[in-house]
């Protein structure tokens, strides 16, 4: 009798396996097959939280400095209508209010690619954890603990032997006995 479904689990990413959590012959359970080491996935992701924190400091201070722009610009405004202001001063204002805004602009761009990124880094360490169909057997296991693997690199052979092949060598009088049983 064989597995009649055999598969070779491989490795997305590259680096040193840090645990292994099945042998040869175990069955597969919920736990990751292979750990792979997130270390320097994990600065990455550290480093853009930080900047997001950045950016979200530089949009509190943007969104002060427009509120206090945009009540200076309603000042000058009405110092202008009443003649108390010349059109140079309100026109230098309005244009310090836009710039404002604008800067906001390029903040929230700049947010929403380092949330990108975030996102693309947390999806990468997730690839760092190798798991394999529950409930299969580990029939080959190529690489260990302390080992570095290169990304598509096969790490194990699994099979599923809840359902099974049988090789049979039946004559050709022993073949109709077994097919006219099922009548």
Known sequence: ????????????VGGKILQVHYDVGQTVGDKAFFEIDPTFIDFQIRSTRQSLQKIEAA???NASGVAYLEKEFRRIDQLHKGDRATEVKRDAAKEELSQARLERKTLDAEKAVLQTALSELRERKRRHSIFAPK??????????AGELVA???PVAMLGDFRHLTIPLS???QEL???QNLGE
């Open 170 to 172: 039946v004559s050709g």
């Open 59 to 61: 949009l509190l201070k």
């Open 1 to 12: 009798t064989r597995s009649d479904t055999v598969m070779t689990l491989s490795s997305e």
């Open 176 to 178: 109709g006995a077994i």
């Open 135 to 144: 409930g299969w057997i580990v029939i080959k296991k190529m690489a260990e």
């Open 151 to 153: 990304a598509g690199s």
